[in-house]
């Protein structure tokens, strides 16, 4: 099983930065694909980003030229990189990866809150 600890959570102001940080195990981390969740108060579970093994990156709308999905191979860590927070990016983030090359299954940290607020 693989297991996801997020990690760069907390409180900014509006225009603000944050980066979050995702911890994975497994020795084929390379060969996961890697993304991050985000759910509101009162709202849907909704991606937010996304990352294949190969480089490529997809954006919600809602987040694109804002965010940055990247990833370390080395260090078994996803990153998403926030810039320019808005009050509706506060949510709770999840990290999630898929694992496996036929009949992927999909794993899930316990999140971390983002709170955007002046």
């Known amino acids: 099983q693989v297991q996801l600890v997020e990690s760069g959570g907390g409180l900014v102001q509006p225009g603000g930065s944050l980066r979050l940080s995702c911890a994975a195990s497994?020795?084929?981390?390379?060969?996961?694909?890697m993304g991050w969740h985000r759910q509101a108060p009162g709202k849907q579970r909704e991606l937010v980003a996304h990352?294949?093994?190969?480089?490529?990156?997809k954006y919600a709308d809602s987040v694109k030229g804002r965010f940055t999905i990247s990833r370390d191979n080395a260090k078994n860590t996803v990153y998403l990189q926030m810039n320019n927070l808005k009050p509706d990016d506060t949510a709770v983030y999840y990290c999630?990866?898929?694992?496996?090359?036929?009949?992927?299954?999909?794993?899930w940290g316990k999140g971390t809150l983002v709170t955007v607020s002046s």
């Open positions: 497994g020795s084929i981390f390379s060969t996961y694909a």
């Open positions: 999630n990866a898929e694992v496996g090359e036929w009949d992927p299954m999909d794993y």
């Open positions: 990352l294949t093994s190969g480089g490529l990156a």
